[in-house]
């Protein structure tokens, strides 16, 4: 089975591959603003992508990393070259219901760093 990270890589934001390498997953409340936010490591993208079949559903054009702590995974639409970060629901995968959560992946590795 192919590696969805190593194969996204080069499609994935600048930002979230310095994050994911330097630090690996991460978990906890960024407040108010950002809410619950789970980044999976590196070993758990792949587990997810081939356990709950994300091909399937979510094809080439999204990348899971994370979720909400809840219903909601984070995912980056690789096409749109930016660091944006959506929510899709887990139940469903549909992908026509993404919805913008974060304007830039850098904003919640800024406040992970302020948390610490």
């Given at each position: 089975?192919?590696?969805?990270?190593?194969?996204?890589?080069?499609?994935?934001?600048?930002?979230?591959?310095?994050?994911?390498?330097?630090?690996g997953g991460?978990?906890?409340?960024?407040?108010?603003?950002?809410?619950?936010?789970?980044?999976?490591?590196?070993?758990?993208?792949?587990?997810?992508?081939?356990?709950?079949?994300?091909?399937?559903?979510?094809?080439?054009?999204?990348?899971?990393?994370?979720?909400?702590?809840?219903?909601?995974?984070?995912?980056?639409?690789?096409?749109?070259?930016?660091?944006?970060v959506f929510?899709?629901?887990?139940?469903?995968?549909?992908?026509?219901?993404?919805?913008?959560?974060?304007?830039?992946?850098?904003?919640?590795?800024?406040?992970?760093?302020?948390?610490?």
């Open positions: 089975m192919a590696d969805k990270y190593n194969d996204s890589r080069t499609s994935l934001p600048v930002s979230y591959v310095r994050y994911i390498e330097a630090h991460w978990e906890g409340d960024l407040g108010d603003d950002l809410g619950d936010v789970v980044l999976w490591d590196l070993t758990s993208i792949q587990d997810r992508w081939k356990s709950y079949q994300m091909a399937e559903f979510l094809g080439e054009r999204w990348f899971p990393f994370g979720s909400d702590g809840g219903d909601e995974m984070l995912c980056f639409d690789l096409p749109s070259g930016t660091d944006r929510h899709l629901p887990y139940i469903g995968m549909s992908t026509e219901k993404s919805i913008l959560r974060y304007e830039s992946f850098s904003d919640v590795a800024s406040a992970i760093f302020n948390r610490a």
